[in-house]
């Protein structure tokens, strides 16, 4: 059960779009599109983002959008605005019922 | 709304026990499988145990398997997890979960604030 890999931080400017990577394996990410990113904003609860690999929840601003290929799945924040710097985490459903979390992305508006 | 609101965390000595509990409300408790996460000090989410709603199967991370418990009492719309053993390395803020499917285990949608649990002597 190794975590997912991400970039430790990621960053871009007001108005511009970032992306985000995470890397499984083929027995996780590459496996199945169970994929959902979460914001952390500190001292409150993670925010799901996106589930499924592509689908956005109600609210979510359209501006984050989700992509897979292979065993690497992505997390883009288009239009960067200022609430958006947060930390992100990836997660993957990685059969027989476990599920891995990506180790994190703290993503810095400049 | 779904709301989840953890308990029970705090300051414990290394070999001790505490039992974390999460309180449900805003959905059908019983129709989701429910999960716990925890975060250490300066690092990243770290799944550590997830159970059914039914509350017959049960699933753990290796690194607290034979040392955690987790449980549910649907009747109460709670989440428990009874951890025993405790060791530094436990040390994290616990988060419950509900996930977002019907009736499997995946990815959570709903997140509780977290209780935050101490190991130190």
């Known amino acids: 059960q190794s975590a997912l890999t991400q970039p430790p931080s990621a960053s871009g400017s007001l108005g511009q779009s970032v992306t985000i990577s995470c890397t499984g394996t083929s027995s996780d990410v590459g496996d199945y599109n169970y994929v959902s990113w979460y914001q952390n904003h500190p001292g409150k609860a993670p925010k799901l983002m996106i589930h499924e690999v592509n689908k956005r929840p109600s609210g979510v601003p359209d501006r984050f959008s989700g992509s897979k290929s292979g065993n690497t799945a992505s997390l883009t924040v288009s239009g960067l605005q200022a609430e958006d710097e947060a930390d992100y985490y990836c997660c993957s459903y990685a059969g027989s019922n476990n599920l891995v979390f990506g180790g994190g992305t703290k993503l810095t508006v400049l | 709304e779904v709301q989840l609101l953890e308990s029970g965390g705090g300051l414990v000595q290394p070999g001790g026990s505490l039992r974390l509990s999460c309180t449900a409300s805003g959905f059908t408790f019983t129709n989701y499988a429910m999960i716990w996460v925890r975060q250490a000090p300066g690092k990243g989410l770290e799944w550590v145990s997830a159970?059914?709603?039914?509350?017959?199967?049960?699933y753990y991370a290796d690194s607290v398997k034979g040392r955690f418990t987790i449980s549910r009492d649907n009747s109460k719309n709670t989440l428990y997890l009874q951890i025993n053993s405790l060791r530094a390395e436990d040390t994290a803020l616990y988060y419950c979960?509900?996930?977002?499917?019907?009736?499997?285990?995946?990815?959570?949608?709903?997140w509780g604030q977290g209780t935050l649990v101490t190991v130190s002597s």
């Open positions: 979960a509900k996930v977002l499917q019907l009736w499997q285990i995946r990815p959570p949608d709903y």
């Open positions: 159970i059914s709603g039914g509350g017959t199967n049960t």
